[in-house]
């Protein structure tokens, strides 16, 4: 009786375990799904900084690692579907290098060194992460500002940014909000049309 009583334990002991095992297996099934999804190629041939013929592309991937003295791979795998932090970071580049209309020798000499521009560039980084905006808010192509690139270059002159920096352009406009002014700005913008008897 005791025995028989053991041997049905065990037995919904194995059921309970197959449950377990299938529950488990049912589990991993959804997580492979999104392995698949991943591995998907999202990007492709698709990046407006490469242009022209397949061989100018190829030229231009070419002049990337050269430029940087390094393998593809630091950057991503051979499908294009997994980036390194680098390969993210350049993908930011790559549309900054877009709204200026240059290449990364624009900037980088190497992987640690810059142009004398670099100042210059990091605290156009700066501002538009204060600000919110991207280069092209301001860049349209080589040498060419937009109408608020052209207003920015002025209040750029007027209030010393080069020294003084982005926060200081915080008096006026808000934060985050692409040069949207702020209830002093709108006070100032008043002012300014009084003057002008608009
Ligand atoms: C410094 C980083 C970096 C290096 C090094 C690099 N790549 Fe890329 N590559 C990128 C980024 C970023 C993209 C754009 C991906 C996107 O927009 O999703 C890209 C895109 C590409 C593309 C698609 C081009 C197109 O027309 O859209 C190919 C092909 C490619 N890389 C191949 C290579 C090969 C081959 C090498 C080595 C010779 C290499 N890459 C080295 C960062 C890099
Ligand atoms: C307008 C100037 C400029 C251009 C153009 C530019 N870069 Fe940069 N890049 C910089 C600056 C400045 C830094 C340093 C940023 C920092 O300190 O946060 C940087 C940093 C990087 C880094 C990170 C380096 C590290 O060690 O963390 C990578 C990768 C990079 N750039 C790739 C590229 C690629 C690829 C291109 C061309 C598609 C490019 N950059 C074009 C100015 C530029
Ligand atoms: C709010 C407007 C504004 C934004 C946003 C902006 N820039 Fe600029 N940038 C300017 C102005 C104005 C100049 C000066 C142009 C001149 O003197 O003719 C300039 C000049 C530069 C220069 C020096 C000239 C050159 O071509 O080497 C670099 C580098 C530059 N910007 C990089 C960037 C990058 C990179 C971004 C995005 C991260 C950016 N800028 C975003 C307004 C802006
Ligand atoms: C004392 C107030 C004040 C300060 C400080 C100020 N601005 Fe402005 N800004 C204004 C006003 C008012 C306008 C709107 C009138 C106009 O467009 O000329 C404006 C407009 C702009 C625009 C155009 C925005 C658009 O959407 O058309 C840009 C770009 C800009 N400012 C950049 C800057 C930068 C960069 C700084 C910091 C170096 C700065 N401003 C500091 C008052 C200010």
């Not at 390094?70 to 680098?86: A, G, I, M």
């Not at 670099?118 to 349209?140: D, Y």
């Not at 985050?176 to 008897?197: E, P, R």
Request: hydrophobic share 35%.
């Amino acid at each position: 009786m005791l025995k028989l009583f053991q041997k049905k334990l065990l037995k919904v002991h194995v059921f309970i375990a197959c449950i377990a095992i299938s529950f488990y297996f049912e589990a991993l099934v959804p997580s492979n799904a999104e392995q698949v999804e991943k591995n998907t190629p999202s990007v492709t041939y698709s990046n407006p900084y490469f242009k022209g013929t397949r061989e100018e592309r190829d030229a231009q991937v070419k002049r990337i690692s050269t430029l940087f003295g390094v393998e593809c791979n630091f950057c991503h795998n051979e499908d294009l579907t997994v980036f390194s932090k680098e390969g993210e970071k350049s993908k930011e580049m790559m549309k900054a290098s877009v709204a200026l209309g240059v290449e990364c020798d624009h900037c980088h000499v190497d992987r640690k060194h810059y142009k004398e521009n670099e100042q210059q560039a990091k605290k156009m980084f700066e501002l538009c992460e204060i600000m919110g905006t991207e280069c092209n808010f301001c860049h349209a192509g080589k040498d060419k500002l937009t109408a608020k690139g052209e207003k920015a270059k002025t209040a750029f002159l007027t209030r010393a940014w080069a020294i003084e920096g982005t926060k200081q352009c915080l008096e006026c406009h808000t934060e985050k909000k692409q040069f949207a002014l702020n209830f002093n700005g709108w006070q100032v913008l008043n002012a300014m049309k009084g003057l002008k008897g608009m």
